[in-house]
């Protein structure tokens, strides 16, 4: 109860949330018009629920709102997050509405904290907060973060890449309780760039996207050069152009709505072929939204089936033409 009164209160006062760019929730319902009574689309779903599933978001850039919907639309990069919104092939963009409701909090003002134990943290602007909790990939962080450092937009920023292990590695247990502050929570397993002993326990550094912290393990816990396999890198699939090889087709630069709707959720790239409608009906084409998922060590959500990642755009029939 007192995270739904958190999380009211913080969108609530969130009035400048119409600039910059905000964080999605992966599970959230996306809507081609301002309105919950038309079509809609969800990418995925989250199997623990959003309290426990933290970081599990889509950045997204603010273009527009309307009453209790925001106008957005993919960034070009997964900024602090894992994964990327992609605009389906053929289009120029995308812009959909998402429930101001299901936009994640977020770190608005960069955050460090240092302990006397040696522990310390630092997450950069952009990064997904919730109840007092990051994502560290597969390892929930608890840190007590100033309600003033949250909101629900944020300026984008440059982010460097996170700084691969050198030739010195240590890898921490699975499952190994470690402590930051006075917090102690289980991580692992993980390979660390660094590990200093202290004392019976050692201090290990880890590192994730826009965030960095120095925990403490016990030492029986933690092994030198040793290693598991880590994130990489991936490459998008290669977009898939449309042709206009049929004999009714829409032209390039035609504007696409929805079935009923008059907002422009994006316009076309190439030509799309379509079958042509009566007259005063709408020419329409299916396109499937799905995600860029560059970092193969985070945890996955289940991906919504097909039907439900289908967006639906039409245009006039006088804008088809017959080749």
């Given at each position: 109860?007192?995270?739904?009164?958190?999380?009211?209160?913080?969108?609530?006062?969130?009035?400048?949330?119409?600039?910059?760019?905000?964080?999605?929730?992966?599970?959230?319902?996306?809507?081609?018009?301002?309105?919950?009574?038309?079509?809609?689309?969800?990418?995925?779903?989250?199997?623990?629920?959003?309290?426990?599933?933290?970081?599990?978001?889509?950045?997204?850039?603010?273009?527009?709102?309307?009453?209790?919907?925001?106008?957005?639309?993919?960034?070009?990069?997964?900024?602090?997050?894992?994964?990327?919104?992609?605009?389906?092939?053929?289009?120029?963009?995308?812009?959909?509405?998402?429930?101001?409701?299901?936009?994640?909090?977020?770190?608005?003002?960069?955050?460090?904290?240092?302990?006397?134990?040696?522990?310390?943290?630092?997450?950069?602007?952009?990064?997904?907060?919730?109840?007092?909790?990051?994502?560290?990939?597969?390892?929930?962080?608890?840190?007590?973060?100033?309600?003033?450092?949250?909101?629900?937009?944020?300026?984008?920023?440059?982010?460097?890449?996170?700084?691969?292990?050198?030739?010195?590695?240590?890898?921490?247990?699975?499952?190994?309780?470690?402590?930051?502050?006075?917090?102690?929570?289980?991580?692992?397993?993980?390979?660390?760039?660094?590990?200093?002993?202290?004392?019976?326990?050692?201090?290990?550094?880890?590192?994730?996207?826009?965030?960095?912290?120095?925990?403490?393990?016990?030492?029986?816990?933690?092994?030198?050069?040793?290693?598991?396999?880590?994130?990489?890198?991936?490459?998008?699939?290669?977009?898939?152009?449309?042709?206009?090889?049929?004999?009714?087709?829409?032209?390039?630069?035609?504007?696409?709505?929805?079935?009923?709707?008059?907002?422009?959720?994006?316009?076309?790239?190439?030509?799309?072929?379509?079958?042509?409608?009566?007259?005063?009906?709408?020419?329409?084409?299916?396109?499937?939204?799905?995600?860029?998922?560059?970092?193969?060590?985070?945890?996955?959500?289940?991906?919504?089936?097909?039907p439900q990642r289908t967006l639906k755009l039409c245009a006039p029939a006088d804008a088809v033409k017959t080749k």
């Amino acid at each position: 109860m007192r995270l739904s009164i958190a999380i009211v209160a913080l969108l609530a006062a969130s009035a400048d949330a119409e600039t910059g760019n905000v964080l999605v929730w992966a599970d959230a319902t996306l809507y081609p018009d301002p309105s919950a009574s038309g079509p809609s689309v969800r990418v995925a779903t989250l199997d623990l629920g959003r309290d426990k599933d933290v970081g599990y978001v889509f950045p997204m850039k603010v273009v527009g709102e309307k009453g209790e919907f925001l106008e957005v639309e993919p960034t070009a990069d997964v900024e602090c997050a894992w994964w990327r919104m992609v605009k389906p092939d053929g289009l120029d963009t995308m812009r959909l509405f998402v429930k101001r409701t299901d936009l994640a909090p977020v770190l608005a003002k960069p955050f460090k904290a240092t302990h006397k134990d040696g522990t310390s943290i630092a997450l950069q602007i952009g990064v997904p907060v919730l109840a007092g909790k990051v994502a560290f990939n597969r390892g929930i962080v608890p840190v007590a973060i100033p309600e003033a450092s949250l909101g629900v937009a944020y300026a984008p920023h440059k982010i460097a890449a996170v700084a691969k292990p050198g030739k010195k590695k240590f890898l921490l247990d699975e499952a190994t309780e470690v402590t930051l502050g006075n917090a102690t929570f289980p991580l692992g397993p993980w390979v660390a760039p660094a590990a200093k002993p202290q004392k019976q326990r050692m201090l290990v550094s880890i590192a994730a996207r826009c965030m960095t912290a120095v925990v403490s393990a016990p030492k029986d816990r933690v092994h030198a050069g040793v290693s598991i396999n880590q994130a990489v890198e991936g490459k998008s699939a290669p977009a898939r152009p449309a042709t206009s090889s049929g004999a009714d087709y829409l032209p390039a630069g035609t504007k696409m709505t929805s079935e009923a709707g008059e907002h422009v959720v994006g316009t076309l790239a190439v030509d799309r072929i379509v079958v042509k409608p009566k007259s005063g009906a709408r020419a329409c084409a299916d396109f499937v939204i799905t995600r860029d998922d560059p970092f193969v060590d985070v945890p996955h959500t289940v991906d919504t089936p097909q039907p439900q990642r289908t967006l639906k755009l039409c245009a006039p029939a006088d804008a088809v033409k017959t080749k």
